[in-house]
Structure formats: C-alpha cells, structure tokens
C-alpha cells in the first residue's frame, strides 16, 4: 500500500465524516458509544483536528484508518479499499475487493447495522420504562398530598392509602435506573 494513499485518506476524511458514514451520531459532546466494547455511555471521541479519536473506556485510539480497520476487522488494505470505495476518493488502487472479500465487508455493516438498532431499540425501551416510572411516581405523590387527610380523625381516602404504601417501591424503582 503507498503511503500517499494513507496520507490522502488521513488528510480528507475526518472522524465525524467516518461517524456519519458508518452510522454513529455523536451526542453534543461530540462522544459515541464505541462499537469496539459493549457500553451504554459515550466514551468515543475525536481529537480536535478530527483525525485522529481516543475511546476512554477500552483504550482504543488512532486515526481514520484504524477505526475502520478495528470497526470492520480488517487489514490495512483492506480497510483503506473500504474508504476508497465508501468516500468515493478514487484513489487508483490498483487492485478491487475480491466477491468473497465484498461479500464480508457487506455482512460485517449488517452485523453492525443490526447491533446498532438492537442497541437503539433496547435505549428506547429503557427510556420509555424509566417515564413510566417517574409518571406513576408523580400521579401517586400528587395522590398524596391532594388526598391527606386534614385532621387526625379524617378516614383516610383510597387514593391517599395506596400512594402511601406504593411510593416507597417507584423511589426504589427510580434509585435503580438512574
């Protein structure tokens, strides 16, 4: 592989540009979950001059290239025939993917394509769970103090008992998915 080749790659294609491409939103800090370890947080980041990144979870870290080479497992190569071909550079290669090596780069994005929306999926879900619950724990506080009884000797109202007896379980559930 020339090095003129990796320098072009290096020089026109930022990380932001490679986060788009392959299906990345960064959050407005710029960080995404990184696809080489399992996490929920952000803790991928580019560097300023957006060719180069750092993930602060697993250690990982280089430039353009190498996000492509460890996203896809590839060798270098290969993963700079995948950005040729995917940024339309129209570097002279010289040389085109085999159908066997197209056929695995092809079944890698929708390995990842579908890792991805199984993980979106999963982060909707626990979003929605996590309203739920604030939303029972609202209606049953405003329960609470709507429905207290004004003096001692008052029969307490139904809806004032049940939010007695079910608010300490949604603080429990709100501790546990904050």
């Known amino acids: 592989m020339r090095r003129e080749y990796i320098d072009t790659i290096t020089d026109q294609i930022r990380m932001e540009d490679i986060f788009g491409k392959y299906g990345y939103k960064p959050n407005k800090a710029g960080f995404i979950c990184c696809p080489l370890h399992g996490e929920r947080t952000p803790s991928l980041k580019p560097y300023q001059d957006g060719k180069k990144w750092k993930c602060f979870g697993c250690g ?17 190569q290969e993963a700079i025939t995948k950005i040729n071909y995917d940024f339309a550079l129209g570097l002279p290669l010289g040389q085109r993917l085999s159908v066997r090596q197209q056929q695995k780069i092809r079944q890698k994005e929708r390995e990842r394509k579908k890792r991805q929306e199984a993980e979106r999926m999963a982060a909707e879900e ?15 506080d405003q329960n609470r103090i709507k429905y207290a009884p004004k003096t001692e000797d008052e029969e307490w109202h139904p809806l004032y008992a049940e939010a007695l007896m079910k608010l300490p379980y949604q603080n429990y559930l709100i501790d546990c998915l904050e």
């Open 60 to 76: 990982e870290g280089g430039s353009v290239i190498d996000f492509v080479i460890k996203l896809y497992n590839l060798g270098l």
């Open 126 to 140: 626990k979003e929605r769970h996590y309203w739920k619950v604030w939303d029972e724990w609202i209606r049953l």
